[in-house]
C-alpha cells in the first residue's frame, strides 16, 4: 500500500479551474407571455376537441349509430365532446327520418294522380336518393372528425339547432 495519504474530494479538486458556462441566449419560445387583448382566431374546423381514445371511440360510435348517439344524448353529462357529436349524429338522423317521411308523404299523396303521380314518385325517390347519399357522405365526415378529435361543422341552421341544446 502507498504511505501516501487519501485525498479528499475538496482538496482534490481544488486545483482544477473552474468551468466557468458560456451565456446562453434565451430560447425565443420561452418569452413570457403578455396579454395583448387580441386573440388569434382558429378556424373551428381544425381545433382539437378531444385526445382521449375512449372519447374518441365513444364520438366515432355516436356517429356512425344514430340510436348510439340518441341514447348518448340523454345518458352521457361528463363530457363535451361526446354530447357534441350525439347531437350532431341525431341531427343527421333526424333529418333523414323528416326527408324519408315527406318523401314518403309526398309520393303517397300525389302518387295516385295518373301520369303525374307516377313522375311526382319517381322525383321524389330520385330526391330522396339524393338525400340519403349527402346525409351518408356528411355521416362519413363526421365519423372522421370523431376518430381524429377534430370540431365538426354542419350547416348553419343545423348548428343553431345544436347550439341550442348543446
Known amino acids: 500500500m502507498s504511505e501516501q495519504p487519501r485525498r479528499r474530494r475538496a482538496e482534490y479538486f481544488a486545483d ?19 396579454p395583448t387583448g387580441v386573440q388569434e382566431d382558429i378556424p373551428p374546423a381544425r381545433s382539437i376537441l378531444a385526445t382521449n381514445t375512449g372519447v374518441r371511440l365513444a364520438c366515432t360510435m355516436s356517429a356512425m ?20 357529436f350525439s347531437v350532431q349524429s341525431a341531427c343527421l338522423t333526424v333529418l333523414h327520418v323528416l ?58 341552421p343545423l348548428e343553431r339547432i345544436i347550439h341550442r341544446y348543446y
Not at 68 to 74: D, E, N, Q, T
Request: hydrophobic content about 60%; aromatic content about 8%; some cysteine.
Open 16 to 34: 482544477a479551474e473552474p468551468v466557468i458556462a458560456a451565456p446562453v441566449a434565451p430560447d425565443p419560445g420561452d418569452e413570457p407571455c403578455v
Open 65 to 84: 349509430m344514430g340510436l348510439f348517439a340518441l341514447f348518448l344524448c340523454w345518458a352521457e353529462r361528463e363530457s363535451r365532446v361526446i354530447r357534441r
Open 99 to 156: 326527408l324519408g317521411g315527406g318523401a314518403l308523404l309526398i309520393s303517397a299523396v300525389l302518387g295516385g294522380i295518373p301520369y303525374l303521380g307516377l313522375m311526382v314518385k319517381l322525383v321524389c325517390l330520385l330526391g330522396y336518393i339524393a338525400a340519403l347519399i349527402l346525409l351518408a357522405v356528411a355521416r362519413v365526415k363526421l365519423m372522421q372528425h370523431a376518430w381524429q378529435g377534430m370540431r365538426f361543422l354542419l350547416p348553419a
